[in-house]
């Protein structure tokens, strides 16, 4: 593991009168087990029992989470601001004001019956790596920021990433004002009950979208959630691209009717229009013919869903991905065509609601070549991948230069309870994130004093 004294050589002092330094970072208080523990304080935080997490955003369970991530970044001496979305930022300061930050982040939200891994990893882990650059004595020139994203995932609002999103600018007012939750409560209620929010979709928009040249780079670390560096015997995963996703929604509605008494030739059963369209999103998925394409019927239910009575409503909600963005666009087009097919056939009336088609994201060679520095620094064993999961990142990466490191995760498991990491690719992965934010940030030359 090239030791626990690790060289890190900044390119900032190039500039130096006297020549090149090299600043010697101490990066052994990252402790694999230490940041476990606080992942699995983390997941104590669930509405189902454990190894189930389940956080859903301005919940009680997130906003415990919300204050324990707090908390954190106290200890490690960040300073921290929130914005009206319920993003969180927790700032290191550096040495000069005058360029952006370096950030790092993920998300602590979770979907029903999750594990502890997914998100959290990529913000306790970047406090734990802040806090040790810290205590290594090292003084960034930009400063860097550990950020805890808004509701990455879909569950509550039914749209993911809303506060990467809401930082980028790839929100509008008018979708936000779309997206209810179950109990019909509209963002702006539940994040002004939870403390941010504002008067509107629009003030809350513009207080969070992050101002041009503010981020330098991004960076997030995150479990695989796939199986390819477990398979390989990998310690690091430097993502090269992320996947392109889409999701959309379809309501189909029948007549319904008596399970014993209308005869099958006079039924039009929305049920079946829908286990059809299933069957039709896996088929158009398989025709794409790539590896790469996925598509899942993740959200099927029926009305009035009774077992004596002839469903007479449906809704799917249908998850289409695809490193390709044109192949992708092709599923999607293919899927589309079989709900019109299908209603017509079945005598079904149909919706469709288009919830995101966003484009593929390309990681920035700058982050890309400080996160491979800094694995080899430490003599982690790596590759480049594609995530084939969506991320924080995605959104990122229209604003700032975008990375992402992964680890393994067992089996390439996620959004599961058994989800797991070990402590000793956990640690592997704060250490090369902490080096890769001392690569992107730089070090303040000798003598300088970090912004206050
Ligand atoms: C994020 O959780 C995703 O679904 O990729
Ligand atoms: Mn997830
Ligand atoms: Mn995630």
Redesign the pocket.
Known sequence: MGGQRLLLAVAGCLMCTWGLRAATLDLTSISGPAVVEQLLHLATFSDDPLPAVTRLIFTPNDMKARKYVKQLMKEAGLTIREDPMGNIYGRMHGSTKTTGAVVTGSHVDA?PLAGAY??TLGVIGAIAALKALGEAGFRPEKPIEALMFTS???TRFGL?CIGSRGMSGALTVETLNDKLDVNGTSFQAASTAAGYGGKSHETILEGTRVKPGSIAAFVELHIE?GPRLEREGLQLGIVSAIAA?AALRVFFSGDGGHAGALLMPDRNDAGLAAAELALAVEKATLDAGAIDAVGTTGFLQIGPNSMNSVPREAKLEI?I?DIDAARRDRTVSSVLKSVEEIAARRDVRHRVEMINQDPPATCSQEVITAATEAAKELGASQKALVS????DSLFMSQIAPTGMIFIPCRNGW??RPDEFASAADIETGVKALALTLARLAGTAAAGEHSEL
């Open positions: 979907i997914d998100g990455e995932e879909p993911g959630q996703p998850d991905r084939r999961a969506y991320h996620s959004h």
